[in-house]
């Protein structure tokens, strides 16, 4: 069916444009508030999960 994908990226930038999280549900019949809520801690698990290497100091 046209038009009923939604990323969790679109859902992001939605929300962060200011939409409610009811704005988003009432734009995209087929998303729940249990998928909203669903993309939302896949976002946080993802970005806790980034792992970072700290990069020495050149060596003179």
């Known amino acids: 069916m046209p038009g ?22 009432a734009a995209h019949p087929r998303l729940t508030p249990e998928g909203l809520r669903a993309a939302l801690l896949y976002a946080a698990e993802t970005l806790g999960a980034e792992v970072y290497y700290p990069v020495p100091d050149k060596v003179a």
Do not use: M
């Open 4 to 25: 009923t994908l939604i990323t969790v990226e679109e859902i992001l930038r939605r929300l962060a444009a200011g939409e409610t999280p009811e704005e988003v549900l």
